[in-house]
């Protein structure tokens, strides 16, 4: 005998879709008006010091009970704030809470004055200005640091050609050492000068708009099936404002210095991170001089830093003290979401700790 549907579950089920109907139309409209957009990057902070467009800041905290203080590195493609998206889904948050003191170098958008600034300018100049001001404000010897993405490299760089930097410990999230494997390559060219040069903008540098179609392109697919998801929860306020701090975010990239990138496009092109071939200032880096504690953040998802791109980091350092940390997420969702709030951060936290002193 066929089993007659109850006409309460479908009367229920067709009430629901209409009541989202009605809120698809009306979150479908903020969002065209742009009246919905969640506030970012809102977790209060102080400027305490610059050089050109790099900016340190520190961010406010009445409870630091763990020392030394936390430098982080950002990359140079994109803005800082997905370390701090949005109120209970930040990076930066979960620190503080945890009872650090936090500071972040923020690069700022680069300039007509920026063209010439060389990798030097970050791995030789700032960042180690950077950790001398930290440990003046904070009446510390040493700080922990942690590099994002190509922040990592800006700090493994560092760290190599200053093996005696004031740096307890020394974290990268989806840093990338094995260039061969980093689909972004050939996403930006060739790796010659020239292709580098045809590229740059009136102002010597690579303009945000060529940096993003170039990230755009290692997932071409991927705004399509984002609008596809985004149409099927356009009922739901809190997944449209998620996907509008996310989507924001990775669609708000920054200049690169002209300079930087045909350095990079070298090492890239070169591979010499793998190598053993960077040279800073003249001088040939070995990553083996990294040797403080070690840990290392992957996502076997990442699609911007692949899984095979980042893992050769720990063989290239001389750090005894070494941890891998291997998630299911991607590029955004290691510091990101439910993977970095569950997973990522608690890590993060324990390894800081254990490096770090209670503070009376």
């Known amino acids: 005998m066929a089993l007659i549907p109850d006409p309460r579950g479908i009367v229920d089920r067709v009430r629901q879709e209409v009541e989202r109907n009605a809120l698809r139309a009306r979150n479908g409209i903020k969002m065209a008006v742009g009246a919905s957009e969640p506030p970012t990057g809102v977790t209060p902070r102080d400027p305490v010091w610059r050089n050109g467009r790099a900016t340190l800041y520190r961010y406010r905290n009445d409870d630091v009970t763990h020392g030394p203080p936390l430098l982080i590195v950002f990359s140079l493609f994109s803005r800082a704030y997905i370390l701090d998206l949005t109120p209970g889904n930040s990076f930066i948050e979960h620190l503080l809470k945890a009872g650090f003191d936090i ?14 600034n060389g990798l030097e300018y970050y791995v030789d100049g700032v960042i180690p200005a950077a950790i001398r001001e930290v440990c003046r404000r904070s009446h510390s010897g040493e700080v922990n640091i942690l590099g ?24 990268v999230v989806a840093c990338p050492v094995d260039f061969d494997r980093m689909p972004l390559r050939d996403a930006f060219g060739g790796g010659t000068a020239a292709d580098v040069d045809e590229m740059l903008g009136d102002d010597g540098n690579i303009p945000a708009n060529v940096v993003f179609s170039a990230f755009r392109s290692l997932k071409p697919v ?41 350095q990079l496009l070298g090492l890239m092109g070169d591979n010499a991170l793998m190598r053993g071939n960077v040279v800073l200032g003249g ?11 070690f840990l290392a ?11 095979d791109a980042a893992r050769p980091v720990l063989d290239l350092i001389g750090s005894e003290q070494k941890t891998e940390l291997c998630l299911r997420g991607g ?30």
């Open 297 to 307: 953040v992957l996502g076997e998802k990442d699609h911007i830093v692949p899984l």
């Open 283 to 293: 001088d040939r880096i070995d990553l083996k001089d990294v040797t403080v504690p």
């Open 103 to 116: 500071y972040l170098i923020d690069w700022g958008e680069a300039d007509e004055r920026d063209a010439r």
């Open 222 to 262: 991927a705004e399509v099936t984002g609008y596809v998801d985004l149409l099927e929860k356009l009922w739901s306020d809190d997944y449209v404002a998620a996907y509008q701090a996310m989507n924001g975010w990775a669609t708000d990239h920054v200049p690169l210095a002209g300079a930087t990138a045909r």
């Open 331 to 360: 590029h955004i969702g290691l510091v990101v979401g439910r993977t970095a709030a569950k997973t990522t951060i608690p890590t993060i936290i324990e390894f800081l700790k254990k490096q770090s002193e209670a503070l009376v």
């Open 148 to 171: 994002y993405c190509f922040g990592g490299d800006l700090t493994l760089m560092h760290g190599a050609h200053h093996p005696d930097a004031p740096i307890r410990s020394h974290t």
